[in-house]
Every structure is written in C-alpha cells, then in structure tokens.
C-alpha cells in the first residue's frame, strides 16, 4: 500500500495538537451506513466511528473531516475549519454536514434552460456560512447558444463571487476551476441532480471517478452520484463530489444571507429607520431601489423568504430564541391592547 504524505491531504501541522495521545491522523473520504473510509500516512483504510460519535449528525464523521484513528477505531473528530452545512431532509431541525474542511465551495449549475437565480442565491448562503469561499460554476456551456450573456445573468445576482462556464465536453473553462483546487486544498461541488457535476468530476479528475447519466424525459436530474465522497486531482487538490440535494434546508444561515445578498443590506443600513422592515415605512432605502429599478423585486422576496426560513429555524433549535420571539410577541401585543384608538 503507498505511503500518503498527509500535507497532500490538506493537513496542516497546527492540526497536531488537537490530535489524541496513542493516535493517527487520517481524513474521511467516504462514510457508507456509518462506516467510514479514510487515507492514512500509510494508505486507504477502512474505519468505524467509536460509539460516541455515532449519533452525533453534526459531530460525527463526515467527508473531509480529520479524525483521530487508534486501529480501526475513529475516536475523535478533530476540530473543522469549515463545514457546508444543511437541515437535514424530513421534519427535523437537525444539522447534517455535507462536507467539512473544505476551501472553496463550488456552487455547480447549468447555463441549458433559464437561470436558476432563487436556487443559486440559497446554495450561496448556505455556501457563505460554511466558512469556505464559494464560486458559481455554470456547466453545459457547450450546449449555451449565448453564454456570456448566461455567466452575466447569474454574476448580477452572485454578488461578489466570481462566475465561471465550463464545459465537460470541450474542456471549455476546465483550467480556471483547477486553479481553484492548487495541491493540498479541498473544494466541495454542490447543487441539485441533472446540473453535471458527476462529469465535472470526471473531467477535472482526467478519468471516470462518478457515474454519469442522463436527464429524465421529465426535465428533472437523475441522481449519478449516491454517496459524497472526496478524490484526489492530479495536480494535487482534493475534491468532494456530493448527490444532488433534493432539500437545502438552512441551518443558521444569517451570516451567509447577508453575505449572499450583500446589496440589499447594504441597502438597508441606508433606510431612515435603523429597525426598517422595508414594507414601505418612510425613508427606506430598500423601496426606493426597487422603485427606480436598481434592485430586483424578485431578488428581494428571495431574500425575505430566506431571512424568515433561517429565523424559523433558529426558532426551533435555540431555547433562548424562542423565549425572546414570545417576550417580543407578548410586547407587541400588550402595546396593541393599550393603543386609545384601538376598535374593542
């Protein structure tokens, strides 16, 4: 079995510390009904978490974690620089981790058909909170009959990440996305079945390392790809590729929406009104952007519906939130009662 150096895996010697007496370090690169495959300094191996990391979805293993291994037992999950986190799927505020460790977040989507701008817009913020860099990748560029004008569309609405066209085909844009992934740094492809990360990865990784298929005759994505799992590039970088995600739920999202629609709150510190809820109070800059067309309806009732996702989210998964919504309420209420004009 070759021998790995982990630097080429992404470690770094600041990591060591947090690394248990009597065990190894190695990275996750599958996880298959809990059991876990991991490269080690000595090669591949395969591992299974200590029972007090099973049931923990947030802290358990996931692909791109470090984890402490003594045998074939991973005791320990080493802290995480960055982890592009989801609700998981189903009625559950649970976290689940989709990839940990990770530098840049490729957003991946297709320039066939319109622009998907609502569906990017929430990969962004979830991507901005994870603590990695996002990039929009728009794929299928052969099959654009005009795409600068498709990159332009949907770099409006990404503000301040850059937007990339490639094509799996040509090879069209492939070199700028590796120099995304130089030796040793981790990116995570993420975004729904159908949009062609499966032959990204493949492309990127000069031979076949995800199956591939076809869209449906219903126009939706066939899910190729049915474990997240991390590969090593040729020129040194470690990609994750990810099934297409049916769900993106947020998971305390706040930080990356802000940062996703960084024009509309830079809008909103200009309103008259430091509390403005941008439903037409006077002064607010939020309105009159809209008014004289230099913001997106559109972009604005998406970035609405995301803030109040997050904060029913946040509602469900801290106590003390809860407790402060229902004092909130309780003074809304009260004022409302004392109101001399109120109708009885």
């Not at 830079?266 to 952007?289: F, I, S, W």
């Amino acid at each position: 079995m070759p021998r790995v150096e982990l630097s080429d895996l992404g470690w770094t010697t600041d990591r060591a510390a947090a690394l248990p007496a009597g065990s190894e370090a190695a990275r996750v690169v599958r996880v298959d009904r809990g059991r876990l495959t991991v490269l080690t300094a000595g090669g591949e191996r395969r591992a299974h978490p200590a029972p007090a990391l099973r049931d923990d979805v947030v802290g358990g293993p996931a692909v791109g974690d470090w984890v402490a291994l003594r045998g074939e037992l991973a005791v320990a999950v080493l802290p995480r620089r960055s982890a592009f986190t989801r609700t998981a799927a189903g009625r559950t505020s649970a976290a689940q981790v989709v990839a940990a460790n990770v530098d840049t977040v490729l957003v991946v989507d297709a320039l066939t058909g319109p622009a998907r701008l609502r569906r990017v817009e929430r990969y962004l913020a979830v991507a901005w909170s994870s603590g990695a860099a996002p990039v929009v990748v728009l794929t299928k560029a052969d099959l654009c009959p005009d795409v600068p004008a498709g990159v332009a569309q949907v770099a409006e609405d990404a503000v301040g990440v850059p937007v990339l066209a490639v094509s799996s085909i040509t090879g069209e844009g492939l070199d700028a996305v590796r120099a995304l992934v130089p030796a040793g740094a981790t990116a995570a492809m993420v975004g729904p079945s159908g949009v062609g990360k499966s032959s990204l990865a493949n492309a990127l990784a000069g031979h076949e390392v995800a199956g591939t298929r076809g869209i449906r005759e219903d126009g939706r994505g066939r899910h190729t790809t049915t474990a997240r799992e991390l590969h090593r590039l040729p020129g040194g970088g470690l990609l994750v590729d990810t099934p297409g995600l049916r769900e993106l739920g947020l998971h305390d999202d706040a930080e990356g929406i802000d940062r996703a629609f960084a024009d509309v709150a830079e809008l909103g510190t200009r309103c008259r009104y430091r509390d403005c809820g941008h439903r037409g109070e006077p002064g607010c800059a939020v309105a009159a952007a809209i008014d004289d067309g230099r913001l997106d309806p559109a972009r604005f009732t998406s970035w609405r519906k995301l803030q109040a996702e997050a904060h029913r989210q946040q509602l469900r998964v801290d106590a003390r939130a809860r407790a402060e919504e229902r004092a909130r309420l309780r003074a809304v209420h009260r004022a409302r009662r004392t109101q001399p004009n109120r109708v009885r």
